[in-house]
């Protein structure tokens, strides 16, 4: 009985679609390499530099009276802004997402205006939005609080429209069988079943908005952000230290806080 050896498998060979890609990736990235003026060579002779601002930032200025406490009043006004950004635009967000959301929308107009509506929000940064607002209501929180409601409530409502289209189907068409409208199946099926992400979604971007809250700040939003700003223009690098520490341990207070509250509610 003679065993026969099977042949080796035949080596594939990238397919010319795949190197195409390939060469059109690299040479994106030569590209974007020679338009930013990524120069390593840079950084290394930028050490000095690099060594005179550190030893002008370090130590931080801890003065109580005339850096630390207006740094943490700051602090809180940052914070102030993210949550207010956050909690007005939630009526915002939810309208939307509910029309453009197929499993709730009234129709195919609506779904494509309110998609249009929150791609237009989402893709305007919220910095431009806050330099709109410090030209209309002039420098300060309120025009960081305003960007963030028109920013997050484009970004809030997509995120929420997506997360209701991938909701149980079993609950919206059990309800639809007994005659129920598009609103008594989004309050009565959509809206429960989603809710948990729904919340999940909500502290994420209130976690995002605090950070952007910092940015800003330094375009005249107020805030720690403008306080950092200002350290800079003054050449007050152990004041910017103090202030970036102060937002460093704001940043960690609201993850924690966030992640607690996640873990309630999934549990």
Do not use: C
């Not at 009565?188 to 971007?205: E, I, K, N, S």
């Not at 937002?247 to 509610?265: E, G, P």
Request: charge should be positive.
């Amino acid at each position: 009985m003679t065993v026969t050896t099977p042949a080796p498998p035949r080596r594939r060979w990238p397919s010319p679609l795949a190197l195409g890609i390939a060469a059109a990736v690299v040479a994106l990235h030569v590209f974007a390499w020679n338009a930013t003026g990524f120069s390593p060579a840079a950084l290394v002779q930028g050490a000095d530099g690099i060594a005179g601002f550190s030893a002008e930032a370090l130590p931080p200025d801890l003065t109580w009276d005339t850096v630390l406490r207006p740094s943490l009043e700051a602090a809180l006004v940052t914070l102030g802004i993210g949550l207010l950004g956050t909690t007005f635009s939630v009526p915002f967000a939810l309208v939307l997402a509910l029309l453009a959301a197929r499993a709730t929308t009234s129709g195919p107009a609506a779904y494509q205006v309110a998609r249009s509506v929150l791609s237009f929000l989402r893709s305007v940064p919220d910095v431009v939005f806050a330099l709109i607002f410090v030209t209309a209501v002039g420098l300060g929180p309120f025009a960081g609080v305003l960007a963030l409601v028109f920013h997050n409530t484009g970004v809030l409502g997509k995120l929420w429209a997506e997360a209701m289209e991938e909701t149980d189907l079993g609950p919206r068409d059990a309800l639809r069988v007994h005659g129920a409208s598009r609103v008594q199946v989004a309050a009565h099926a959509v809206l429960p079943t989603a809710l948990p992400q729904l919340v999940g979604l909500l502290l994420y971007r209130f976690d995002v908005n605090v950070r952007s809250s910092l940015v800003l700040g330094l375009v005249g939003a107020g805030g720690i952000g403008f306080l950092i700003n200002q350290s800079i223009k003054l050449f007050r690098f152990d004041e910017m230290v103090t202030h970036i520490l102060v937002v460093l341990v704001l940043v960690i207070v609201v993850d924690q806080l966030s992640a607690l509250i996640r873990r309630r509610i999934g549990a």
